[in-house]
């Protein structure tokens, strides 16, 4: 049962609703054309994940920009996880832009047979294995794997069942997948019959041991005309080979190559490829939570810097960087679209129009913040708004993760305010403040300022302030612009400032007084650049 170790994985999370009476399924089985000239065959191989989740819808969007009319989905798989195995089938039962086939030439155990569902037909190899979906988990008092209780198994069933009716195949069948307790008769058939699908009903065990054969008299069945079908005996989970599985009309035909699948269903155009690559891998990674975090973290700290500093820096293109690694790993993961980065764009926008251009925070501030959020987490997700439990889940897990970076960010702003001058490496980023005590520039005998020299302006010279000062910027002295260094209060732009100290390379300046004589007084050597 090592196929089944992870369909679980999701399905404890569903709330136990009891199968009772099915319900009638609308049919998406498409009907078979006459021709196919655009087919695509979608290598899919090992466990089941959110990374090979990620895979296939990425590769059926690619397949339906090609213009595709005939997807093969060639499966070589033990299962996975019961989600995953669930969302895939899905996709593929919703596919109604091509025709779509599951290939199985070798085996499709557990969670691979739930996504092969979802397909038009099911075309199983000579020697393929299909089947045996039973659900496990493990328990933590025995240490050891165990069967779900039938609780909380029977929305799996329930899915399972309206999934493989969907496309027209015996609920029956699929139900004896994952129910080791639901054993399937077969009416008999006389043997000059028309050639027409079996007649299935399901019986249910009480108990252990009580027999097939009993639980169908119990059941009002008349074993003169109906048989067990020998796959689903008593604590069996459906198994079956290709050709029996074409004998009971859960699989199409048999076939052992791409070329028979083609010649059977006339497919005359050349087939198109799309394996697993090593950029799905990196995709896969970066859509992982914890490295998400660490990109919103990364992103939100480097804007940080770059918003503390004057023009465009180091903070600017890292948090470019992450912003552009997220969305591509999003587009590349078929969760996100153009309209999520115009979203974010837009955020980024308004909160550049609230710094730099309409003063205080407003209205464009919080709806930058706003439009930033929305668009991270349509990013995430593809839906809206949920509609299942999975859904939810997701949509649970992906505000958790934006949570969790913002608060880190936080602390990690705060603590960077504190400490940005005494790291090694963060100090050359930053301008010393003005100290509140005079070192070089006060003569320490008469106490009265000392005039230091420096080769374009000196202590008293009149400018401009050419960008924000916070308190680090840039000013312009005559037909020069230098990095300067207000004495602690924030200067706007255009605002005319003196220089009241000079140490080294730092200068300090302080914004003109009203008292003050306000005409523009330049008297800085105008030596050339």
């Known amino acids: 049962m090592l196929a089944s170790l992870g369909v679980l994985a999701g399905t404890m999370l569903w709330p136990p609703v009891a199968c009772g009476q ?56 033990p299962g996975g996880l019961a989600t995953q195995s669930l969302a895939i089938a899905e996709a593929l039962r919703d596919v109604d832009w091509a025709y779509t086939v599951a290939f199985v030439p070798r085996e499709a155990i557990s969670g691979a047979a739930l996504m092969s569902l979802g397909c038009d037909e099911i075309v199983l190899g000579s020697q393929a294995r299909f089947g045996d979906a039973g659900p496990i988990y493990l328990d933590p008092e025995l240490g050891a794997f165990r069967y779900v209780p039938a609780k909380a198994k029977s929305v799996l069933v329930r899915q399972t069942q309206d999934l493989a009716r969907a496309k027209e195949r015996s609920g029956e069948l699929a139900e004896a997948m994952i129910d080791e307790n639901a054993v399937v008769f077969i009416r008999k058939r006389p043997p000059n019959a028309a050639d027409a699908r079996p007649e299935l009903r399901t019986v249910y065990l009480a108990n252990e041991n009580q027999s097939a054969d009993q639980a169908a008299r119990k059941a009002g069945l008349d074993l003169s005309q109906w048989e067990l079908v020998p796959e689903t005996g008593p604590q069996k989970f459906f198994t079956v080979n290709g050709p029996r599985a074409v004998q009971l009309d859960f699989g199409n035909f048999v076939a052992d190559s791409r070329g028979e699948i083609a010649q059977e269903l006339n497919s005359t155009g050349q087939i198109k490829e799309y394996n697993y690559t090593l950029t799905d891998g990196v995709v896969y990674w970066l859509n992982s939570p914890v490295i998400t975090g660490l990109l919103i973290l990364i992103g939100l700290i480097a804007l940080y810097f770059e918003l503390s500093a004057p023009g465009i820096g180091a903070g600017g293109l890292i948090a470019g960087l992450c912003a552009v ?16 980065v115009i979203l974010f764009l837009a955020g980024i926008t308004f909160l550049l129009m609230e710094l730099f251009v309409i003063p205080g925070f407003g209205l464009a501030g919080f709806s930058g913040l706003v439009l930033l959020f929305v668009s991270v987490v349509m990013a995430s997700q593809d839906f809206i708004v949920p509609q299942t439990t999975l859904q939810w889940n997701q949509l649970l897990r992906t505000l958790l993760v ?72 840039r000013a312009v002295f005559g037909n020069r612009s230098l990095d300067v260094v207000s004495d602690g209060a924030f200067i706007d732009p255009e605002t005319q400032i003196r220089v009241v100290e000079i140490s080294g390379n730092r200068i300090v300046v302080a914004e003109i007084e009203d008292s003050e004589e306000t005409t523009y007084r330049d008297n800085t050597p105008d030596n050339g650049d």
């Not at 290598?43 to 959110?50: A, L, Q, R």
């Not at 690694?325 to 999520?340: A, C, D, K, M, P």
């Not at 963060?426 to 520039?441: A, F, G, K, M, Q």
Request: include cysteine; charge should be positive.
């Open 22 to 77: 099915q319900a009638e399924v609308p049919s998406k089985l498409q009907e078979r054309a006459a021709e196919y000239k655009k087919p695509v065959v979608i290598i899919f191989e090992g466990m089941i994940d959110y990374r090979m989740t990620s895979f296939l819808r990425n590769r059926l969007n690619r397949a339906k920009k090609y213009g595709a009319d005939l997807v093969i989905v060639q499966i070589d798989s």
């Open 325 to 340: 690694l997220f969305f591509w790993s999003r587009f590349f993961g078929g969760t996100s679209g153009w309209l999520e």
């Open 402 to 473: 934006i949570l969790a970076a913002t608060c880190m960010f936080i602390i990690g702003a705060a603590f960077i305010s504190r400490r940005f001058g005494s790291l090694p490496i963060l100090s050359r980023l930053s301008l010393e403040p003005p100290s509140s005590e005079p070192v070089d520039t006060v003569d320490k005998v008469t106490g009265k300022p000392l005039v230091v020299a420096h080769p374009h302006v000196s202590v008293g010279d009149w400018g401009v302030a050419d960008s924000l000062l916070r308190p680090a910027g």
